[in-house]
């Protein structure tokens, strides 16, 4: 989901940094970046590490010298009962989900105030509208996701930054894939595609115009 809208950034003329733990993978898509005519860089961290993504953030910022697009994206999940859940599990889930997004957006915010501009999109899923049996420890991260995301919409909207909840149910992702969610069918579920199509769409949306929250369902997963 994060190549897929780091691509399509790059297609619209926009330069693109992006993040992640895999640095080989993150050349690569790097690359392939750089290839579509715009500036691209990387920088190789664990969203849930606060000093790692302090680092990480001043480094995008010495290359760029400003970011007025976040996409916070990285997440993880595992599903159990909430009687079978190991605390470490669930603890993990909450400080890759919700501290993550908390740490990152924290360190960009000051420059995006300063600039009186900015886009953050927050990636929630249709898991933090409603709780189901076996998902307690994601559930409980997305709907954390959306109460965050909607208390800095309110603080930040006077420093004309957006602040965006996406909601979407199951989409192609290495993830939803590895963990057996889907099949990946185009035929019946989202694709990464999809969902960067909506953060563009978003974005070319006037600065006057705000959506405080978006939903985008499968067919079937």
Do not use: C, H
């Amino acid at each position: 989901m994060g190549k897929a809208v780091a691509i399509a950034f790059a297609k619209e003329g926009i330069d693109v940094a992006i993040t992640g733990r895999n640095e080989q993978l993150l050349k690569e898509v790097t690359e392939e970046i750089r290839n579509l005519g715009v500036a691209a860089a990387y920088a190789a961290f664990d969203v849930a590490d606060f000093n790692e993504v302090q680092k990480g953030i001043q480094q995008i910022l010495n290359d760029f010298g400003k970011i007025d697009i976040l996409v916070n994206n990285a997440g993880i999940a595992k599903f159990g009962t909430f009687s079978e859940m190991d605390p470490k599990d669930f603890s993990d889930i909450i400080q890759t989900n919700v501290m993550g997004m908390y740490y990152v957006t924290k360190a960009l915010l000051p420059q995006m105030i300063a600039l009186n501009e900015g886009d953050i999109f927050n990636v929630s899923s249709t898991a933090g509208l409603t709780g189901n049996a076996g998902t307690a420890a994601y559930s409980a991260s997305k709907f954390a996701v959306i109460g965050m995301s909607e208390s800095l919409m309110k603080e930040v909207r006077k420093n004309n930054i957006r602040v965006t909840t996406l909601t979407p149910s199951t989409i192609a992702s290495d993830m939803s894939m590895e963990l057996g969610i889907t099949d990946g069918n185009p035929e019946r579920v989202l694709q990464p595609d999809d969902f960067a199509e909506l953060i563009v769409t978003t974005l070319k949306l006037p600065r006057r115009a705000f959506i405080k929250s978006v939903s985008i369902w499968s067919t079937n997963p």
